[in-house]
């Protein structure tokens, strides 16, 4: 999903893409390079000639649906997501670092309900000494391998 800064509506990014398209029906761009956290390498060129869209409903800007690193995460998600580490079997990681706490407190919440923890990250992070099993590894090419049965 995407939401909108200043009103708070969520499009679906299935949504959003569409209209990347309509507003964008002749754009191509070629990766110059990809950096470790995914994003690539475009051209100032590519850059400039691309449409952002903004919201449907009020025309403020729009971002990924996500906590990036310095944002808050509400409260209401922390809840959620206790509630489901509390009733797994296993806690599994896939790429952070862990360093700032709202990631990290999920680990702890696994370590006192004795969760097997299973981290995928390249490089090392805050809890690697608390993981059952500690995969260095590009999330992209482990996670395919993983059989969902």
Do not use: M
């Given at each position: ?68 690193f310095g944002d808050t995460v509400k409260p209401d998600?922390?809840?959620f997501v206790h509630k489901r580490v509390k009733e ?62």
């Amino acid at each position: 999903r995407v939401l909108c800064l200043d009103c708070g509506e969520q499009t679906p990014r299935g949504v959003l893409q569409e209209r990347f398209q309509v507003l964008n029906p002749t754009w191509s761009a070629e990766a110059h390079g990809l950096a470790p956290d995914g994003d690539v390498f475009l051209t100032e060129e590519e850059v400039q000639s691309f449409q952002v869209p903004s919201c449907s409903r009020c025309g403020g800007p729009l971002k990924p649906d996500v906590v990036f690193f310095g944002d808050t995460v509400k409260p209401d998600k922390v809840d959620f997501v206790h509630k489901r580490v509390k009733e797994a079997d296993s806690l599994l990681v896939v790429g952070s670092s862990l360093q700032v706490y709202s990631g990290y407190r999920f680990i702890l919440t696994a370590r006192e309900k004795k969760l097997p923890i299973v981290i995928l990250n390249i490089g090392p992070t805050r809890s690697d000494d608390l993981a059952s099993l500690k995969l260095d590894s590009r999330c992209g090419e482990l996670l395919p391998l993983i059989d969902p049965r």
